[in-house]
């Protein structure tokens, strides 16, 4: 996705394909079809280290890896008789609170579009091209309309 949640490529793997590895496929695929685009990616922290690593080296993207502050709190180190402020519950695992963290909800949006495609509600194809051919078509859709509705807020030159 880019910025704006539209489409730039997508690749549809395997379950046993980890996300990581999914990740390398696509960015491939994008770099192959457009390598004159000098991305820059914002991921989450299951990405950093050797991915971000492979793709800096590999494809020359810059890569961002946005993480919540409280993100891998597991455990406080307390005096003996100290208790845990409310402030320190809540970074647990369960208690968090929802929070946006920039650019990382643009994913998540783009998501939830597909999810109003019926067809892509449910697993219905037997092969992983199918699903791709149909989430490109929800894209497709998906911007047409965007692209009338910014039609009609124009004025008409001929109107002036």
């Keep these: 996705m880019d910025t704006q949640g539209l489409l730039l490529g997508v690749t549809v793997t395997a379950a046993n394909i980890s996300d990581r590895?999914?990740?390398?496929?696509?960015?491939?695929?994008?770099?192959?079809?457009?390598?004159?685009?000098?991305?820059?990616?914002?991921?989450?922290?299951?990405?950093?280290?050797?991915?971000?690593?492979w793709v800096k080296t590999t494809l020359g993207f810059s890569v961002e890896v946005v993480?919540?502050?409280?993100?891998?709190?597991?455990?406080?180190?307390?005096?003996?008789?100290?208790?845990?402020?409310?402030?320190?519950?809540?970074?647990?695992?369960?208690?968090?609170?929802f929070k946006v963290l920039r650019k990382r909800w643009v994913v998540e949006r783009s998501f939830a579009w597909l999810s109003f495609d019926r067809r892509l509600n449910r697993e219905y194809d037997l092969l992983p091209s199918t699903t791709a051919a149909f989430i490109v078509v929800s894209f497709v859709r998906l911007m047409i309309r965007r692209l009338a509705a910014f039609a009609g807020e124009q004025p008409s030159p001929a109107r002036k």
């Design 67 to 97: 993480r919540r502050a409280d993100a891998n709190t597991r455990r406080y180190w307390l005096p003996v008789g100290q208790e845990l402020t409310e402030e320190q519950i809540k970074t647990f695992r369960g208690y968090r609170t």
């Design 21 to 53: 590895e999914g990740g390398k496929v696509l960015l491939r695929q994008v770099h192959l079809s457009q390598p004159q685009w000098s991305l820059h990616l914002f991921v989450d922290g299951g990405y950093a280290g050797p991915w971000e690593a």
